[in-house]
């Protein structure tokens, strides 16, 4: 089956711990980006990737880094620096990248992070 | 702050009946889609309609697109309980650039 998976589920988190999101997706898609979701709001972009080795900073980047070394691949770390991770975290793929025309996402079925 | 804000925040509504919501916007876009979430869930691309469209339909879905008023509604018809879910629009170009923008969402609610 084609489509975008996240691991884990849930996370918890205990404050000053790093934790990494995993997001693999098979749909052979160049661009990949992280949202973050508050409770009753929208998506906020943390970071995109338009192709490997390659990403950029959406508007909420600050705690978060991010690597592409993998067309498939697209971990997110929340570092101990974000002050407010509790969230829900989703990440989508897209077939070319924003500046390719804003074309439609993919996302996957999200992670939960609680911070304990 | 949010290119897209959808209206109402919250809809309920009989099974059978129509929904609408509504999304404006601030300024020029390139396209513009709807998604649906149902809950504790992703995002599901539903539909996606062109600045130099003004009227789109999928199923049950019409989609309408005014950019002289900047602002754009989805109308599901004949709706049914497995429509319940959260419903957003988002926004390319224009006001984030070469970003896809996110409204804040309408929670749509059918009731059996």
């Known amino acids: 089956d084609g489509g975008i998976t996240q691991s884990p589920k849930y996370l918890f988190r205990k404050e000053g711990q790093n934790v990494t999101l995993s997001c693999e997706q098979n749909l052979n898609h160049d661009a990949m980006y992280w949202y973050r979701q508050d409770p009753g709001q929208g998506l906020r972009l943390i970071y995109y990737?338009?192709?490997?080795?390659?990403?950029q900073k959406g508007d909420i980047a600050e705690g978060y880094s991010v690597s592409r070394e993998k067309k498939e691949s697209f971990p997110l770390t929340v570092t101990s620096a974000q002050k407010n991770p509790t969230a829900f975290y989703l990440c989508?793929?897209?077939?070319?990248?924003?500046?390719?025309?804003?074309?439609?996402?993919?996302f996957g079925p999200g992670t939960r992070l609680t911070v304990l | 702050s949010q290119q897209g804000e959808e209206d109402p925040q919250a809809l309920s509504i009989q099974e059978g009946e129509n929904a609408t919501m509504n999304c404006s916007y601030k300024?020029?876009?390139?396209?513009l889609q709807w998604y649906r979430q149902n809950s504790g869930r992703g995002l599901v691309h539903l539909i996606l309609i062109r600045s130099n469209e003004r009227e789109k339909h999928s199923g049950r879905l019409r989609v309408t697109l005014d950019t002289s008023k900047k602002s754009s509604s989805l109308l599901i018809t004949a709706s049914r309980a497995a429509d319940t879910a959260s419903y957003f629009c988002a926004t390319y170009g224009g006001y984030a650039g070469n970003m896809l923008t996110f409204g804040g969402g309408t929670r749509l609610m059918v009731k059996p």
């Open positions: 300024t020029s876009i390139n396209n």
């Open positions: 989508a793929s897209s077939i070319r990248g924003i500046a390719g025309g804003g074309n439609e996402q993919f």
């Open positions: 990737s338009q192709i490997v080795n390659d990403f």
